[in-house]
T-cell receptor, first 114, second 113 residues
Framework: DAMVIQNPRYQVTQFGKPVTLSCSQT?????MYWYQQKSSQAPKLLFH???????NEADTPDNFQSRRPNTSFCFLDIRSPGLGDAAMYLC?????????????FGPGTRLLVL | DQQVKQNSPSLSVQEGRISILNCDYT??????FLWYKKYPAEGPTFLIS?????DKNEDGRFTVFLNKSAKHLSLHIVPSQPGDSAVYFC????????????FGAGTRLFVKA
């Protein structure tokens, strides 16, 4: 089955210690997204890639970076995690962007910062 | 600034009855609306959508109604089943202006057997 896979499902890191979250897709979609979702809040878009074109949201902290080495994989790097970065991180894909696209989500990685 | 609001954090409904989940938006540029359903330990999955040129879209037990003048949409589930128990996210996007999809905070639906 075509899908969006996120590893690991749970990640524990220490305050200030860099951490990388991974996402892969077998849908061959052009667009990949990273969302941050805190408890009982709406998923918040951090950035997205259309192919290799990187689109950063204006309010995404510099502490968050992303890499997309190929169509299938996308990584979220948190350079110096703070306690406020503890959240669920959702990866999603879509075949196109620009409005009205259906997004396909992975199961998420829950990040705990100690 | 919450452009998409789901004011009810949770809703409890008896099996077989109707579930109505509500969503309000503020940006008049939004012209496409989606509902996603999320089970625990899974990512959200697409459920149903509606374009602003319509006021109703139906798919089996699920119907979405759009009231553009009130900037309000609702998802009706009839009849509700225990397997419908999940978190439902409303989302909105615009086909022009490069708007990203904006999600609401979700409503947790409990369907009691």
């Amino acid at each position: 089955d075509a899908m969006v896979i996120q590893n690991p499902r749970y990640q524990v890191t220490q305050f200030g210690k860099p951490v990388t979250l991974s996402c892969s897709q077998t849908l061959n979609h052009n667009v990949m997204y990273w969302y941050q979702q805190k408890s009982s809040q709406a998923p918040k878009l951090l950035f997205h890639y259309y192919d290799k074109d990187f689109n950063n949201e204006a309010d995404t902290p510099d502490n968050f970076q992303s890499r997309r080495p190929n169509t299938s994989f996308c990584f979220l790097d948190i350079r110096s995690p703070g306690l406020g970065d503890a959240a669920m991180y959702l990866c999603a894909t879509s075949s196109h962007s620009g409005g009205g696209e259906t997004q396909y989500f992975g199961p998420g990685t829950r990040l705990l910062v100690l | 600034d919450q452009q998409v609001k789901q004011n009810s954090p949770s809703l409890s409904v008896q099996e077989g009855r109707i579930s109505i989940l509500n969503c309000d938006y503020t940006n008049s540029m939004f012209d496409y609306f989606l509902w996603y359903k999320k089970y625990p330990a899974e990512g959200p999955t697409f459920l149903i959508s509606i374009s602003s040129i319509k006021d109703k879209n139906e798919d089996g037990r699920f119907t979405v109604f759009l009231n553009k003048s009130a900037k309000h949409l609702s998802l009706h589930i009839v009849p509700s089943q225990p397997g419908d128990s999940a978190v439902y996210f409303c989302a909105a996007s615009a086909s022009t202006g490069g708007f990203k999809t904006i999600f609401g905070a979700g409503t947790r639906l409990f369907v009691k057997a």
